[in-house]
């Protein structure tokens, strides 16, 4: 608890729980099998675990961070530390900021708004649904789709995507945000530490886009492409990170 943790808990090469700070409680983890867990399943083969995930002991979410216990080399358990995340929530919504993260899967959580937490950014397919029920991940949330502000079919396998308009952030904050237009440009407004901008392309395979940003600290840009429930529409995820720009401008082919 002085950690601000939610708990801390040790577990065996199978996944089971020797030992967690919250063993009086009545949903504490004691014995419990974790092993379909990603964190520990990284952890155990010496990898650094990192997950976001709803408890389904406890039915509480947080930020799971695991290690491998080693012992001349060989690993014989893994530690393991959930966080709470609602402090940055709620922070953001003292300084009245409109924000969320969404993780690898496209889902919020976090958010400035409770009612867009665990819903979906992009759409899911019902393969994608069906994985991450089986997961547990997020336990039995339907994760529905975010429905963006403005959505508009510009041709075939191309489409005007806004869910944040005019945004302005406050520095050290993540948000996300998408813009795209016919000419294959994305522009916007932005005062953050990372930004994820997403935009639909057409079918054919799209050149590195570049980015021209105003302003200072622009470290990095990430390029990954990947395709929503349309077969038919390619979604470009461009990730600038450490930055802090007063205006931005993505153009490419």
Not at 218 to 244: C, M, N, T, W
Request: glycine share 8%; net charge neutral.
């Amino acid at each position: 608890r002085r950690s601000g943790s939610r708990a801390i808990y040790v577990m065996d090469t199978t996944g089971r729980v020797l030992a967690t700070s919250n063993w009086r409680d009545s949903d504490s983890y004691q014995g419990e099998d974790l092993s379909f867990r990603a964190y520990f399943k990284d952890a155990v083969r010496g990898l650094p675990g990192r997950f976001y995930g709803i408890g389904t002991t406890t039915g509480e979410s947080g930020y799971y961070l695991a290690h491998g216990l080693e012992d001349k080399g060989r690993i014989i358990g893994v530690a393991v530390i959930k966080v709470r995340l609602e402090a940055l929530e709620e922070r953001w919504q003292r300084a009245r900021l409109e924000a969320f993260v969404s993780d690898e899967n496209g889902i919020i959580i976090l958010s400035s708004d409770p009612a867009r937490r665990l819903k979906s950014v992009r759409p899911l397919t019902p393969q994608d649904k069906e994985r991450l029920a089986r997961s547990l991940q997020y336990y039995w949330w339907p994760l529905n789709e975010l429905v963006p502000l403005e959505r508009e079919t510009l041709s075939e396998g191309y489409e005007n995507w806004i869910e944040l308009q005019d945004f302005d952030l406050s520095a050290n904050q993540t948000a996300s945000a998408t813009s795209t237009s016919s000419g294959g440009a994305t522009s916007g407004r932005a005062y953050m530490s990372d930004m994820l901008v997403r935009k639909a392309v057409d079918n054919a395979t799209p050149k590195l886009h570049e980015a021209c940003c105003s302003g200072k600290h622009f470290k990095q840009v990430s390029v990954h492409v990947f395709r929503a429930g349309d077969p038919k529409v390619k979604y470009l995820e461009i990730k600038l990170e450490e930055v802090i720009i007063s205006s931005f401008t993505l153009t490419g082919n």
